[in-house]
Every structure is written in structure tokens, then in C-alpha cells.
């Protein structure tokens, strides 16, 4: 009897045991699981810590090459503000040649009154003969001759008498707007007469003349100085964006296109500047045109 319940205890506890084994087991598997669960994240984070750290190299290199570029403006800068300098000393200069230049011309054509210059073949062929200057104007010169008298354009002269007095191209006919006023032929009044021509006094109209002229030779070489800078603006905005293609094409990171844009931004607004510069050369000479005609 008793060794029967000896070995009723001896399997219960056996039972007891198992169940604990089991238990264990589960609580094991539990345990590993929440552990590989654990290793995943880790190595998760790890692999997006290396890429935000790759993503932080990229940038510092940026940064750093960034500041390298700044350091090399600074000095360009300084640079610009003496070119600027002697650009503006330079525009002076070649705007006081240019009106010693008018100036030198106009005294030619002036003297050119009473210069007789023998026979003179035509560009037509024609051959004229005792060829004596009477006028010479900026685009034409009237002349005497053994037939009587001619008024003759540039391109009806020889080089060497165009190069020797100077001479140039007509300028182009701008046909003058009619008053909104002229009711009846021509008449502001309406009462039918032609208006009065009104000429301006010819010590004025040379002073304003000479004041144009000025005016056009400022232009002039503000124009040329900054037919430079453009070229030269666009030739680095065009480098620095083939400086960021290479850069990309190559897997790395890139701020060249940053001042391509800058460059590029500076030369549009150049490029305008020579536009308007255009524009007001030619509404210049426009007026010069007309005060000439004024004074023929």
C-alpha cells in the first residue's frame, strides 16, 4: 500500500515537472523570439544611423567645400569693388576720346570747306573733273565741278575720300508723327493752312548737338564694358553648370549649380542692361539726325 503511493506521488511529481519543463520551454522560445525581434531593430537602427551618417558626411563635405568657395569670393569681391573702380575711371576716359574724336572729325569736314580735289572717279564709274569741296556734312558732301554741282553720299565716293573726311552712312529715315490735333490738312487750327516750320536757332541746335554726342560716347563705352562683363558672366555661369554635371555624373554631392544660377541670374540682367543701353543709342542718334536736318 504504501509503495503504491509512493509511486502515485513519485508520478504526480514526475507530471508536476513535466509541466515545468514545458513551461520553461515556452517562456524560452518567448524570450527568443522577442530577442531575434530585438536584433532586427538593432541592426534596423544601425543600417539607417549609417545612412543618416553617410547623408551627414555628404553634407559637412558640402558645407566645407561651400566655405572654400566663399573664402576664394571674398578677395574676388574686393577685387570687384577696384575693377568697378577703374571700369568707371576707364568709361571717363574713353568717353572724353570719344568726344576729342567728334570734335577732330567735325574740324576735318570743317576744314574740308574750299579743298579742291581735282578729277574724282565715282564708285558708279562716272569721272567728274576740277572737283572743289563746298560742304562736307557727317553722310553726304556737296561738291563744284566742270559740269556744274553735286551732292554726293558715301557710297558714291571713293575710300580714300570717304576715309579722309570722315564720312558715314546716312542714317535711317524716321518720319516725323503728325500732331493728333491736325484736323484739316496738316492744320492743328483746322483752318486748312500748313503749320509754321519752327527751326530751332543754330547756336543751339550744335550745343545740343555736342551734348549728344557726348551723351552717345558715354553710352558707347558703357556698352562695350559691359558687352564684356557679359561674356564673361555667362561664361562662368556655362562652366560652373558643367562643373555640377560632372559633379552628379560622378555620384557626388554638388554646389556648383547654386552659383551657375547666381552667374547666370547676373548675366540676364546685364544682357537687359544692354538692351536698354541699345535702345538709347539709337533714339540718340535719332535726334541727332533730326537736328541736323533742322540745320539744312
Known amino acids: 500500500m504504501e509503495a503504491r503511493a509512493f509511486g502515485l506521488v513519485a508520478v504526480f511529481a514526475l507530471l508536476i515537472g513535466f509541466a515545468a519543463v514545458l513551461h520553461y520551454n515556452e517562456e524560452i522560445d518567448t524570450l527568443s523570439r522577442e530577442y531575434d525581434g530585438v536584433k532586427a531593430s538593432l541592426d534596423s537602427l544601425g543600417k539607417t544611423m549609417a545612412l543618416q551618417q553617410a547623408v ?10 561651400l ?14 569693388v577696384e575693377v568697378r573702380k577703374s571700369t568707371a575711371t576707364l568709361i571717363d576716359e574713353v568717353a572724353a576720346q570719344e568726344v576729342a574724336f567728334d570734335e577732330a572729325v567735325a574740324n576735318v569736314r570743317q576744314a574740308g570747306s574750299g579743298v579742291s580735289i581735282g578729277s574724282m572717279v565715282l564708285t558708279s564709274g562716272k569721272v567728274l573733273t576740277d572737283v572743289k ?29 570717304v576715309d579722309r573726311f570722315k564720312l558715314e552712312d546716312p542714317a ?25 516750320a519752327v527751326k530751332m536757332d543754330t547756336t543751339a541746335a550744335r550745343a545740343k548737338m555736342k551734348e549728344i554726342q557726348g551723351q552717345i560716347a558715354l553710352l558707347r563705352a558703357q556698352f562695350t564694358i559691359a558687352s564684356g562683363s557679359y561674356t564673361q558672366l555667362q561664361r562662368r555661369a556655362d562652366d560652373y553648370r558643367d562643373m555640377h554635371a560632372a559633379a552628379r555624373a560622378a555620384g557626388r554631392s554638388s554646389s556648383h549649380l547654386l552659383q551657375a544660377n547666381s552667374y547666370q541670374a547676373s548675366a540676364d540682367l546685364m544682357q537687359k542692361q544692354l538692351t536698354v543701353a541699345q535702345a538709347k543709342i539709337e533714339f540718340l542718334h535719332e535726334q541727332m539726325f533730326s537736328l541736323r536736318s533742322d540745320l539744312e
Open 172 to 196: 535711317p529715315f524716321v518720319p516725323k508723327a503728325k500732331p493728333l490735333a491736325d484736323a484739316v490738312n496738316g492744320d492743328p487750327s483746322g483752318n486748312g493752312a500748313p503749320p509754321p
Open 56 to 65: 551627414i558626411d555628404q553634407k559637412e563635405a558640402a558645407l566645407n567645400e
Open 67 to 80: 566655405e572654400g568657395l566663399m573664402a576664394k569670393v571674398a578677395p574676388l569681391e574686393k577685387a570687384l
Open 133 to 161: 569741296v563746298k560742304s562736307v556734312r557727317a553722310d553726304y558732301m556737296s561738291v563744284t565741278h566742270g559740269l556744274g554741282t553735286a551732292r554726293l553720299l558715301k557710297s558714291d565716293l571713293p575710300f580714300e575720300i
